[in-house]
């Protein structure tokens, strides 16, 4: 069983920049891989990105490349998702999501954390 807490939202500005962190409970959830969702308000989920836990390589969503990058951290448990150049369209409850390799559907899934771009 893999718990996840997101932290890490708030309010920016547009231009701004926020981190978002995701940790995770589990002794084998270095081997899952980890993706970031968002939903906006009377929007469907939106994948943004997703970070592989053999090897570490990243996808991201075209709206979020060359502004958001997914890191990890390994000995702490934890997925953090930078978030750099932030527009009012990236306003929306972010949610980082596990799941086991090759990916099906991730099964385990945060709460989610608002982020809020102010123009």
């Known amino acids: 069983q893999v718990q996840l807490v997101e932290s890490g939202g708030g309010l920016v500005q547009a231009g701004g920049s926020l981190r978002l962190s995701c940790a995770a409970s589990?002794?084998?959830?270095?081997?899952?891989?980890v993706a970031w969702f968002r939903q906006a308000p009377g929007k469907d989920r939106e994948f943004v990105g997703s970070i592989r836990g053999r090897d570490g390589v990243t996808y991201y969503a075209d709206s979020v490349k060359g502004r958001f990058t997914i890191s990890r951290e390994y000995a702490k448990n934890t997925v953090h998702l930078q978030m750099n150049s932030l527009k009012p369209e990236d306003t929306a409850v972010y949610y980082c999501?596990?799941?086991?390799?090759?990916?099906?559907?991730?099964?385990?899934w945060g709460q989610g954390t608002q982020v809020t771009v102010s123009a």
């Open positions: 589990g002794r084998t959830f270095s081997s899952y891989d």
């Open positions: 999501a596990a799941g086991r390799p090759p990916i099906v559907t991730y099964n385990y």
